[in-house]
């Protein structure tokens, strides 16, 4: 019989032979300090003996293990229920729902957001749900803004990294070309650049878009949260009524799982009935939209942001010290290694001195870019991003490059 299937194992091993596999290694808490497992396939993990020290997630502000997020999920899973149970369309949009939509609207300074079941779904789904005809985008924009485009019969132009002269020119040879003045553009960005912690030039994109006409969307998912007002880089710059599409998502600094997009009441009415990812899937489950709320306030009120920001400095600062480059404006510092196999070999060592980071290698950078991507918490001590330098300081001189 002839054979039409999937030869997953010759694939897999692709990854191996080109050090592209990866594991999924299963923690036992989401926090500062966790222990890990080796990843066990289909069986039970077993927990290492040995706790180690967290500076590769994205729990920027450290909540998932605030009692008050927590406490706020269990209230709202008590009375509420764990699940939305259904499309919001149908059954699925509760009160929980509505309270952290109006305190999304309040911090981002618009008019309504709308919340998703994850941030990948809201960038889908608001991309092809606004269905341009041409859409412009940074060329480090998240992957899933490039799907979002792929369901769409958009044209998609990418312009270099943070770069709104290239944007501009790219939209002024588009703009001379015949048949372009009934064509609708969205540009799009991150405002925070995962891989590189870099910020795009928010308001030089402004002004190129509103030169045009045209709208543009900006991804905060590395951003919200930890600004001015528990807001993003948008709101830290003021350009609230400059950005018509304000994205982010709810499983980073606010703690919980899911995505949502904030701006004028016709955008989210138009997203309501139009956006796939929002019509077809269950609602973001109560207890999530609970957590990301009461962890929105927190974000606002407390003290966890300046904590963060202090973190960021003294690991900043005591990596410099010991001649490492680190790049990156955020609270994501790409300590730089140039060679992949030396940030694998780097990685490894520090871990084995505790703490955990995440390599980045070739082809998710460009050759010669490898990097260490480390990101601390608000709720790492003073003395834990001491160990971190520390580890960095003996791992670097272990494997050669101190």
């Excluded at 350009?239 to 955008?267: N, P």
């Excluded at 920001?309 to 690991?315: F, I, T």
């Excluded at 780097?346 to 950078?365: K, Q």
């Excluded at 991507?373 to 300081?393: G, K, N, Y």
Aim: negative net charge; proline residues 4%.
């Amino acid at each position: 019989m002839t054979e039409r299937g999937f030869d997953l194992a010759d694939r897999v091993a692709a990854r191996h032979e080109t050090d592209s596999y990866h594991d999924v290694a299963p923690v036992d808490r989401v926090a500062e300090r966790s222990y890990f497992a080796p990843d066990p396939g289909a069986g039970l993990p077993v927990l290492d003996g040995s706790q180690h020290l967290v500076f590769a997630g994205n729990n920027y502000l450290g909540l998932t293990q605030d009692s008050r997020v927590q406490d706020a999920a269990a209230r709202a899973a008590d009375t509420v229920g764990t699940g939305a149970g259904s499309s919001r369309l149908v059954a699925g949009d509760t009160l929980t729902h509505r309270d952290l939509e109006l305190r999304l609207a309040e911090v981002t300074g618009m008019e309504r957001a709308l919340a998703f079941s994850s941030g990948y779904a809201a960038n889908v789904g608001t991309v092809a749900a606004l269905d341009p005809d041409v859409v412009f985008s940074d060329e480090s924009t998240h992957e899933s803004v490039v799907d979002g485009c792929r369901l769409t019969d958009a044209e998609t132009v990418v312009y270099d990294h943070r770069d709104a002269d290239d944007l501009r020119r790219r939209m002024a040879d588009r703009a001379d070309g015949d048949g372009t003045d009934d064509e609708s553009w969205l540009v799009v960005t991150d405002s925070v650049f995962r891989l590189d912690g870099t910020v795009a030039p928010l308001a030089a994109l402004c002004d190129v878009v509103e030169t045009f006409g045209a709208w543009l969307m900006v991804d905060e998912a590395h951003a919200t949260g930890l600004y001015v007002d528990g807001g993003g880089v948008v709101q830290r710059e003021g350009l609230e009524d400059r950005v018509h599409v304000q994205m982010g998502t709810l499983s980073k600094a606010l703690a919980s799982q899911g995505g949502y997009v904030a701006g004028s009441e016709t955008l989210v009415e138009h997203l309501v009935n139009v956006a796939p990812s929002f019509a077809f899937s269950t609602g973001l489950a109560p207890p999530s939209a609970a957590a990301a709320s009461e962890a929105l306030h927190l974000a606002r009120h407390g003290e966890c942001r300046d904590r963060l920001w202090s973190n960021v400095g003294q690991l900043r600062s005591g990596l410099e010290s010991l001649g490492y480059e680190v790049c990156g404006d955020t609270q994501i510092l790409p300590v730089v290694v140039g060679d992949g196999q030396d940030a694998l070999a780097l990685s490894e060592a520090i871990r084995d001195r505790g703490i955990v980071t995440h390599p980045v290698r070739p082809p998710t950078v460009p050759e010669g870019t490898s990097r260490i991507r480390l990101v601390p918490m608000a709720t790492h001590s003073r003395a834990d991003v001491e160990a971190c330098i520390d580890a960095f300081r003996e791992a670097g001189e272990a494997v050669g490059l101190l």
